[in-house]
T-cell receptor, first 115, second 112 residues
Framework: GAVVSQHPSRVICKSGTSVKIECRSLDFQATTMFWYRQFPKQSLMLMATSNEGSKATYEQGVEKDKFLINHASLTLSTLTVTSAHPEDSSFYIC???????????FGSGTRLTVV | KQEVTQIPAALSVPEGENLVLNCSFTDSAIYNLQWFRQDPGKGLTSLLLIQSSQREQTSGRLNASLDKSSGRSTLYIAASQPGDSATYLCAALGAGSYQLTFGKGTKLSVIP
């Protein structure tokens, strides 16, 4: 079946530094990928939609200069949290639309802790 | 704006019981509805996807139904096992959209 690989699974960084999270579709091409953020006991909140070869579309309230998204190929999208602060600590999950199955495949998530 | 609600928020059952998880959505103009499983600290695993033209989908002990007109979907789990303990999320994909709208999930605990 379709697989999306997300790395790293867990990262701890110092306040003020930047962290990059990678999301790869392993056995299908994903022209569209999505980045979500999940707070404890809450559901997933869409942060942005990443389109291959074009600028990402951000949801209202999400700072595009803070959460940089790059979708340079049909199998890779990256999310960079710039100048991270403790309030950015959260669980980030990516997903890719598998047009063949018309379903979404999710990565395993990244637990970011900013200290 | 689509809103997805899942009831109950948490459910605890003894092993072997059959159970039903509920999902409702406010906008019936959906392309499909997908059920996911999420284990603590992990990503989402797709369980079942029901296209808007379908009424139900089955996979092993799982059966998901969809009633677009009433804005409801159910996930039926037969003969529950402790390994089924997880949070179950439903998500609706709007027609003409690539965005999934998620419910808050139902946390299921199956007691041995």
């Amino acid at each position: 079946g379709a697989v999306v690989s997300q790395h790293p699974s867990r990262v701890i960084c110092k306040s003020g530094t930047s962290v990059k999270i990678e999301c790869r579709s392993l056995d299908f091409q994903a022209t569209t990928m999505f980045w979500y953020r999940q707070f404890p006991k809450q559901s997933l909140m869409l942060m942005a939609t990443s389109n291959e070869g074009s600028k990402a579309t951000y949801e209202q309230g999400v700072e595009k200069d803070k959460f940089l998204i790059n979708h340079a190929s049909l199998t890779l999208s990256t999310l960079t949290v710039t100048s991270a602060h403790p309030e950015d600590s959260s669980f980030y999950i990516c997903s890719a639309l598998n047009r063949g199955l018309e379903g979404y495949t999710f990565g395993s998530g990244t637990r970011l802790t900013v200290v | 704006k689509q809103e997805v609600t899942q009831i109950p928020a948490a459910l605890s059952v003894p092993e072997g019981e059959n159970l039903v998880l509920n999902c409702s959505f406010t906008d019936s103009a959906i392309y499909n509805l997908q059920w996911f499983r999420q284990d603590p600290g992990k990503g989402l695993t797709s369980l079942l996807l029901i296209q808007s033209s379908q009424r139900e989908q089955t996979s092993g002990r799982l059966n998901a139904s969809l009633d677009k007109s009433s804005g409801r979907s159910t996930l039926y789990i037969a003969a529950s096992q402790p390994g089924d303990s997880a949070t179950y999320l439903c998500a609706a994909l709007g027609a003409g959209s690539y965005q999934l709208t998620f419910g808050k999930g139902t946390k299921l605990s199956v007691i041995p």
